[in-house]
């Protein structure tokens, strides 16, 4: 064989062009290689962020629901709450305004009595009540009527009698207020009614005292009372 030194120009040509292609083929192998591997890995690479993303978003959404299940829970268990206090309030109301009923009775103030049918000797005499109909704060024992609380209030007396100048006097302590008069009616029954608002404070007295110094009085006489204010 010839020597490297001995060798023609075309056979040197031909040998460089040989190693030049076994080269340039690996070095292309190994960079299509490379380019497939990248392309490979950015495939996977894509493939592996869309799904991750996906899994992402359902966790999220998972997490939603369940928040949204909690509140809803919440909000139903509020409701629940809301209701339940309204029926309370509701019940609260009736039982105040019971309460406020019985309580306005309770304190309510007056009296309504029906009159001792007798004959009254002398007119510093205190006409007695016969049948209390009604005595709201017992502020009435049968013959005197004893402020409880300060105010007004209205006096009313209807007398029945046959006495001649018969009449009855409501009194206010020892001062006289208005008169039922009957005026001149022997011998047959006549009636004669008066009413008087007063101010009254504590332990102030209200009563009838008889006109004349003899009167009969009839059962069907009334004295009434009541706070107005």
Same mark, same amino acid.
């Given at each position: 064989m010839d020597s490297p030194t001995n060798m023609t120009p075309f056979v040197k040509c031909l040998i460089f062009a040989v190693v030049c292609l076994i080269i340039g083929?690996?070095? #292309?192998?190994? &960079?299509?290689? *490379?380019?497939?591997? /990248?392309a490979k890995r950015s495939d996977k690479n894509t493939y592996y962020n869309i799904y991750s993303k996906i899994n992402a978003m359902e966790k999220d959404l998972k997490n939603l629901e369940t928040k949204l299940l909690k509140r809803?829970?919440?909000?139903?268990?509020v409701l629940q709450s809301v209701i339940e206090m309204d029926s309370n309030l509701g019940?609260?109301?009736?039982?105040?305004?019971k309460e406020?009923?019985?309580?306005?009775?309770?304190?309510?103030?007056?009296?309504?009595?029906?009159?001792?049918?007798?004959?009254?000797? #002398?007119?510093? &005499?205190?006409? *007695?009540?016969?049948? /209390?109909?009604?005595n709201g704060g017992n502020a009435y024992?049968?013959?005197?009527?004893?402020?409880?609380?300060?105010?007004?209030?209205?006096?009313h007396v209807s007398l029945c009698t046959r006495t001649?100048?018969?009449?009855?006097?409501?009194?206010?302590?020892?001062?006289?207020?208005?008169?039922?008069?009957?005026?001149?009616?022997?011998?047959?029954?006549?009636?004669a009614s008066v009413s008087a608002?007063?101010?009254?404070?504590?332990?102030d007295q209200v009563y009838l005292r008889a006109h004349t110094s003899s009167m009969l009085v009839d059962n069907n006489s009334v004295f009434t009372g009541i706070r107005v204010n």
């Open positions: 083929g690996n070095c #292309g192998d190994h &960079s299509l290689d *490379r380019r497939t591997n /990248i809803t829970k919440m909000l139903r268990q019940l609260s109301d009736e039982n105040l305004k406020g009923k019985l309580a306005s009775k309770k304190n309510a103030i007056g009296f309504t009595t029906r009159l001792e049918q007798t004959t009254y000797v #002398g007119s510093s &005499s205190i006409i *007695r009540g016969n049948f /209390i109909l009604y024992n049968g013959t005197v009527f004893t402020c409880p609380s300060p105010g007004l209030y209205l006096f001649k100048y018969g009449g009855i006097w409501i009194y206010k302590n020892s001062q006289k207020l208005t008169i039922a008069y009957a005026g001149y009616v022997d011998p047959q029954y006549n009636g608002a007063v101010w009254l404070d504590v332990g």
